[in-house]
Nanobody
């Protein structure tokens, strides 16, 4: 069992920066891969980035490469640093626990493979 609690988010102008944090707890938290998904109104939930539990292997969606950075520190805390934000980045961002193999294999965009979800935080990019 893994419990996930997100923090951060908010409203920012285009080109701005935001940081999201995910605190993972529970007996399986250390061994889990952790990822971030987002869902815009009327769209499917999509994987943004994910990171493995051990060697720190990371994978990013093409749409965020070079702008978003996912880091894992204190083992159970995963941050998503988002820069160069655009209105297309608007949505609810969810932290997710998954098999540690998925980040290693570069398979961050498989919501059906997620074991546990956080409650989500809103990110709005608007002029």
């Amino acid at each position: 069992q893994v419990e996930l609690v997100e923090s951060g988010g908010g409203t920012v102008q285009p080109g701005g920066t935001l940081r999201l944090s995910c605190d993972a707890s529970g007996p399986r938290a250390v061994a889990s891969g952790i990822g971030w998904f987002r869902q815009a109104p009327g769209k499917d939930r999509e994987g943004v980035a994910c990171i493995a539990s051990s060697d720190g292997a990371r994978s990013y969606a093409d749409s965020v490469k070079g702008r978003f950075i996912i880091t894992r520190h204190d083992v159970n805390t995963v941050d998503l640093e988002m820069s160069g934000l655009t209105p297309d980045d608007t949505g609810v961002y969810y932290c997710a626990a998954m098999s540690p193999l998925l980040p290693v294999l570069g398979r961050c965009n498989q919501p059906d493979k997620v074991d546990h979800w956080g409650q989500g935080v809103q990110v709005t990019v608007i002029s």
